[in-house]
């Protein structure tokens, strides 16, 4: 597609539900990247794909939170027993990757996911 | 760790003031420098960024020029518009891929 898609645009769940967002990245980009932001702050870094592994999940708050990406390109993140304090935006990036110059690394973002735990 | 530091708001300013919005980072070795932006109602977007430093970057008539001796990356505009009004981000990515965003600031530009 034209640019990362990310779906849906809003969940609202209750306490304890599981959810799973998901995202689209550019296609042919390698990189695909979550971050979360909370109301009044910038994004923060959760997980970090290079094809189809993780490469950096240091940003997991927890165990409760877990991303796939099987084939290398979409994306989904899984919240499990979600609690009021998960309620954020969660944002979508991807990159061309690989390791040919930092131009390759510019991070393209989705419109987000805003998530609503009651 | 990396951590980016951005000026408290928010910032009202007339259309046609001149702009500028402090930003400060800690990192190791060499990072790359971004500013994003995010308008109502929209994703964030890639504003500009400088990769080492001394560079300068610019779109829009915004310009950032990166200070490693200052560690610093400011972004300024001569003349802003309505249509500047937005949340701006200062970013950067060191070692790693990921970006290490500072808090935002809103500007809000008066007719």
């Known amino acids: 597609g034209a640019g990362v898609s990310q779906t849906p645009s809003n969940k609202v769940t209750e306490k304890g539900k599981y959810v799973e967002l998901r995202c689209d990245p550019i296609s042919g980009h390698t990189a695909l990247y979550w971050y979360r932001q909370s109301l009044g702050q910038g994004p923060e870094f959760l997980i970090y794909?290079?094809?189809?592994?993780?490469?950096?999940d240091s940003g997991l708050p927890n165990d409760r939170f877990f991303a796939v990406r099987p084939e290398g390109s979409v994306s989904t993140l899984k919240i499990q027993r979600t609690e009021r304090g998960d309620s954020a935006v969660y944002l979508c990036?991807?990159?061309?990757?690989?390791?040919?110059?930092?131009?390759?690394?510019?991070?393209?973002f989705g419109a987000g996911t805003r998530l609503s735990v009651l | 760790g990396d951590s980016v530091t951005q000026m408290e708001g928010p910032v009202t300013l007339s259309e046609e003031a001149f702009l500028t919005i402090n930003c400060t980072y800690t990192?190791?070795?060499?990072?790359?420098l971004f500013w994003y932006v995010q308008y109502p109602g929209e994703g964030l977007q890639l504003l500009l960024k400088?990769?080492?430093?001394?560079d300068k970057g610019s779109n829009k008539g915004f310009e950032a020029t990166y200070r490693k001796e200052t560690t610093s990356f400011h972004l300024e505009k001569g003349s802003v518009q309505v249509s500047d009004s937005a949340v701006y981000f200062c970013a950067l990515t060191g070692a790693n891929s990921k970006l290490t965003f500072g808090k935002g600031i809103t500007l809000s530009v008066r007719p």
């Open positions: 400088a990769t080492k430093a001394d």
């Open positions: 794909f290079q094809g189809t592994g993780a490469a950096d």
């Open positions: 990036a991807s990159s061309l990757g690989g390791y040919r110059g930092r131009n390759k690394n510019i991070q393209y």
């Open positions: 990192a190791t070795g060499y990072p790359s």
